[in-house]
């Protein structure tokens, strides 16, 4: 089976603020309308790496060359973070 | 090498507070001599009573008012307005009822220096408007 390929939505934009990453949404976003999401670095990666279609094992294996994953979560951190992304309507399936 | 740390989310929603986009304006429909003195250093112009800027309602953290002054330049300072809800100048208005007078005609008189000068007392009217802006 295919792995499924996402993508940011327009809904949301990132905008980086001194040290912090913080998605606006400038669309129609449902729930999360009059809020900000702050992300950590590392959230804040996974979001920018699916500026371009990607599946969740490419973006694994581009953090791969950018992360020292000793404790060996990284996989894990991606897929549901992903996961959660998507059924926040924050990324979209690529169809 | 970067090392991995847990992805971090925190949304933080922002409900809006309708008082704090409250706004409050008036101004003074008189034009001329004072209509209720003879005093002709008595007079109203639309670019001081009759100008919506001359005038502060400083609301609380509801957005009600909590007075009402207009900034005399010639006096150089802000007088503090007596309010009334009639025509008579009779009935005083506290400040905090404003906000049930929206659309209607208020009265309300300003005193030389805040009565510490001359004597000389304004008698003004003019439609409130205002309230919440959501």
Known sequence: MQEPKYVTTPDFILREIGD????????DVGELEN?????????????????????????????????????????????????ELVNRNILKVVD | MK???????????????????????VACDVIGQDKL????????????????????????????PTGLWEHSDSQNMDLECDIFSDSGYSQIINASELPGYVG???????????????????SHEGTLSGGNHS
């Not at chain 2, 090392?3 to 704090?20: D, G, K, S």
């Not at chain 2, 009265?107 to 000068?117: L, P």
Request: include cysteine.
């Open chain 2, 104 to 122: 209607k005609t208020i009265y309300w008189r300003t005193k030389h220096y805040n009565g510490n000068g001359d004597g000389r007392v304004w």
């Open chain 2, 3 to 25: 090392t991995w740390t847990q992805p971090m989310a925190e949304v933080q929603l922002f409900v809006a507070n309708e008082y704090v986009a409250a706004c409050w304006s």
């Open chain 1, 20 to 27: 912090e990453c913080v998605l606006v949404p400038i669309g």
């Open chain 2, 37 to 64: 003195t003879s005093n002709t250093g008595v007079t109203h112009a639309q670019n001081a009573c009759g100008n919506p800027a001359k005038y502060k309602f400083k609301p609380d953290a509801n957005g009600v």
């Open chain 1, 35 to 83: 809020s900000m999401i702050s992300f950590n670095e590392t959230y804040s990666f996974i979001w920018k790496q699916f500026n371009e279609p990607h599946t969740i094992p490419e973006v694994i294996e581009i953090a791969k060359s950018e992360y020292e994953d000793s404790e060996g979560v990284m996989e894990r951190h991606i897929t549901e973070a992903t996961i």
